[in-house]
C-alpha cells in the first residue's frame, strides 16, 4: 500500500501535474496483490505498474489504501480520524484538540444491548453541544469514506466481523456545516475541486 502511494506521488511530480490531479487520477500503480484487494483484473507478478481503475469509486490519491488505512483503527473504520486527516493534511484547517475527558463512544445503543453502527454513535455524541461544534465539520468529510473498510477495501455493507459491525448498508453522506450534502469519495472529491 506504502509503494502504491510512493510511486503515484512521484510519477505525479515527475510529469509536473497540477495539484488537484492527484485528487481525480483514474489510475495507480499496482501489484498482483494490491490489485487483487481493490479488485482490478489482469494484474500478475509481483512488480508494480501503472494500472487504470474500472471505474470511479477509488480514483486519486483518496482511494488508496495506505491513506485508508492509516485513517483507521485496527478493527474498524472511523470517520473521525479521516476527517481530521483530511482537515489536517489536504485541506490546511485543523481542528481543535478534543478534550481532555473525552468519553469513548458507546458500542450499543441506549444500554439495549443492541450493537449501533458508527454513524448513530457519534450522532448520539453530537448531542452535545460542546462536542457537535467540531464534529460537524469534521464528521461529514470521514462519513464521505466509509465506504472503504478498515484496510481500504470497497465495501457495501458494514459486516466484517467485528463487534462494530452491524450488518446495514454504508450509508457515505453527510452533510457540511453550509448545508452541501456530500456523498461518497466521488462527492468528496467534487467538492474539493470546486473549493
Same mark, same amino acid.
Given at each position: 500500500m506504502w509503494q502504491e502511494t510512493r510511486l503515484f506521488l512521484q510519477d505525479e511530480f515527475r510529469a509536473d501535474r497540477p495539484l488537484v490531479h492527484m485528487l481525480q487520477a483514474d489510475h495507480t500503480f499496482a501489484n498482483e496483490r494490491l490489485a487483487r484487494h481493490y479488485g482490478i483484473p489482469d494484474v500478475y507478478g509481483p512488480h508494480f505498474r501503472r494500472v487504470a481503475y474500472a471505474d470511479a469509486t477509488r480514483s486519486g490519491l483518496l482511494g488508496h489504501a495506505s491513506? &485508508?488505512?492509516?485513517?483507521?483503527?485496527?478493527? =474498524?473504520?472511523?470517520?473521525?480520524?479521516r476527517g481530521v486527516w483530511l482537515l489536517d493534511n489536504l485541506l490546511g484547517t485543523p481542528p481543535s484538540p478534543p478534550p481532555p475527558d473525552v468519553p469513548s463512544l458507546p458500542n450499543v445503543r441506549g444500554g439495549g444491548g443492541v450493537p449501533s453502527s458508527v454513524r448513530e454513535r457519534l450522532e448520539e455524541h453530537r448531542a452535545n453541544a460542546v462536542c457537535a461544534t467540531c464534529h460537524s465539520i469534521i464528521d461529514p468529510l470521514g462519513f464521505a469514506l466509509e465506504e472503504y473498510?478498515?484496510?481500504? =477495501?470497497? =465495501?457495501?455493507?458494514?459486516d466484517g466481523g467485528t463487534p462494530f459491525d452491524t450488518g446495514i448498508p454504508i450509508d457515505a453522506a453527510g452533510t457540511l456545516v453550509d448545508g452541501t450534502e456530500v456523498h461518497g469519495l466521488a462527492g468528496l472529491r467534487? &467538492?474539493?475541486l470546486q473549493r
Open positions: 491513506i &485508508l488505512t492509516i485513517t483507521s483503527y485496527a478493527n =474498524r473504520t472511523s470517520p473521525v480520524v473498510d478498515a484496510i481500504g =477495501r470497497w =465495501r457495501a455493507t458494514n467534487d &467538492l474539493m
